[in-house]
């Protein structure tokens, strides 16, 4: 399993960055997969998550605001992140096999994408 995210960069707040995360090695479009991120000194917050079945899931900080999907052809799951805040400021993982209730990913980073650092300044 491989999961290589991109897209990430510093933006100025109100403004907006589509992440990628391109997967490889298993059929993620039959199991949940999901986006968290870490900033520093914090734990994993988790931010959506996507199934099967489409339905999406979002942490209350960024509803409204944040927008999951997923393109089966193309092998990928985006994450397009608008109205950007600073305390978005995270390194951003996705992850296979996540939790939609928990809105967390398993706890093996062999699942998970080596992150993509995303910055907005006020």
């Known amino acids: 399993v491989q999961l290589v995210e991109s897209g990430g960069g510093s933006v100025q707040a109100g403004g907006s960055l589509r992440l990628s995360c391109a997967v490889s090695g298993f059929p993620f479009y039959d199991y949940p997969v999901g986006w968290f991120r870490q900033a520093p000194g914090k734990g994993r917050e988790g931010v959506a998550c996507i199934r099967s079945d489409g339905s999406t899931y979002y942490g209350d900080s960024v509803k409204g605001r944040f927008t999951i999907s997923s393109d089966k052809g193309e092998n990928t799951i985006y994450l397009q992140m608008n109205n950007l805040k600073p305390e978005d400021t995270a390194v951003y993982y996705c992850?296979?096999?996540?939790?939609?209730?928990?809105?967390?990913?398993?706890?093996?980073?062999?699942?998970w994408g080596r992150g993509t650092q995303v910055t907005v300044s006020s």
């Open positions: 992850a296979a096999f996540f939790d939609p209730i928990a809105l967390q990913p398993i706890p093996d980073d062999n699942y």
